[in-house]
């Protein structure tokens, strides 16, 4: 099931404390290209058709990266714009099983980012 814009966007904003939807929606830009730079085939197919028409499209057209970066250099990558706010709502819309297979195509440390600690 897709997330309306709206939704999506609300939920960003309240994580992110971004004190207009302006914002939440610039966050969201910056964070979703930069993933789907890591991700690749159905997987990516799969989380595009949840997220929001224009989201996706983002998802799907995504910077262009030689090699995936470590949750780290992610942060840094995306420092102005609140990861733990955009990130959590993608594991939210995604779901537990595509969350799953989304994290078995990202190095270590992701599942934190997503808010969805794995056990080790």
Known sequence: MTLRREAFLA??????EYGTVEEAERAARVVL????????GEVRAQLAARLPE????ILLNP???AEPLPPERFLRATATWDVSAVLPTVADTAGDDLLGQILLQLPVGFDLLFGR????
């Open 11 to 16: 939920h960003v904003k309240e994580r992110g």
């Open 33 to 40: 290209a930069l993933l789907g730079a890591h991700l690749v």
């Open 117 to 120: 600690p794995q056990p080790t």
């Open 54 to 57: 224009g989201f996706a499209l």
């Open 63 to 65: 910077l262009q990266s």
